[in-house]
């Protein structure tokens, strides 16, 4: 006797990626600073980046490392540093891992109830690269938590 084993969940195509950096972007271009953004799928794989003309090299991989933050514990990159300031050693924990980045600009995209994935901007203040993020995520009809 055979089983259906076949586990159906929400995932984000290219297309809607593409649209939701470009609204981070213009976002970007809107409050005058120059980023990166990254967009990932729920395994923390790339699905678009975009670095503004005069954002810093470095910023690239900074916006992945805060998408892929948010897509693995389904919360905001900053979001351990904020709640968990007096607990050094899991901040030191979590510092030393490459692909992490406990700073502000890193959301998860929720739909449904589901993540699905998660957008990073890095390369203003944390505040310009949330509301960077949350544009993408309103192009998405998803909303920060």
Not at 24 to 53: D, F, M, T, W
Request: aromatic share 2%; proline share 4%; with cysteine.
């Amino acid at each position: 006797m055979s089983e259906n084993l076949t586990v159906n969940r929400a995932t984000l195509d290219y297309r809607a990626a593409l649209k939701a950096v470009a609204a981070a972007a213009e976002q970007a271009e809107a409050l005058g600073v120059n980023v990166s953004i990254a967009l990932v799928g729920r395994s923390g794989q790339p699905l678009a980046q975009l670095s503004l003309n005069d954002a810093p090299p470095q910023t690239s991989l900074l916006a992945l490392r805060k998408a892929r933050t948010s897509a693995g514990f389904k919360v905001p990159s900053n979001f351990f540093r904020d709640n968990n300031s007096d607990d050094v050693h899991l901040l030191a924990a979590l510092d030393t891992h490459p692909d992490l980045l406990m700073l502000g600009g890193g959301l998860p995209i929720i739909l449904n109830g589901e993540c699905v994935g998660a957008v990073g901007v890095s390369g203003a203040s944390q505040a310009e690269d949330i509301a960077c993020a949350e544009a993408a995520l309103g192009t998405l009809g998803a909303n920060a938590d």
